[in-house]
């Protein structure tokens, strides 16, 4: 049971940062929901679904990563203007403001 509650949490967490948490992307989240509401059958089916629900929010943070990096490669992008910001989440995180060199 345990197992199974630790799955649906992973679930849910990827389709909210994966697919969305807007009022429009409701569904998938009650589609997650009612899977795992539904009766599974033998306990050699509710393993497969479970094993089944865990490989696709992997597949869905594997998927967002991989389009991260895609991006992060792409060397026609400008990407100061990103790099700023990572610059700026940085030093923030300890305590600190960057030059006005960096700043937008």
Request: aromatic share 8%; proline share 2%.
């Amino acid at each position: 049971m345990a197992a199974a509650a630790a799955v649906y949490r992973r679930v849910l967490k990827a389709v909210q940062k994966h697919v969305g948490a807007g009022a429009s992307k409701q569904h998938f989240r009650d589609f997650v929901a009612a899977e795992f509401r539904a009766p599974a059958g033998t306990e050699a089916d509710a393993t497969a679904r479970l094993r089944l629900a865990g490989d696709y929010a992997y597949l869905l943070t594997s998927v967002h990563h991989h389009k991260d990096l895609l991006f992060s490669y792409n060397i026609a992008v400008d990407r100061s203007d990103e790099m700023k910001k990572i610059l700026n989440k940085s030093a923030a995180s300890v305590g600190l403001q960057l030059p006005d060199v960096y700043q937008a």
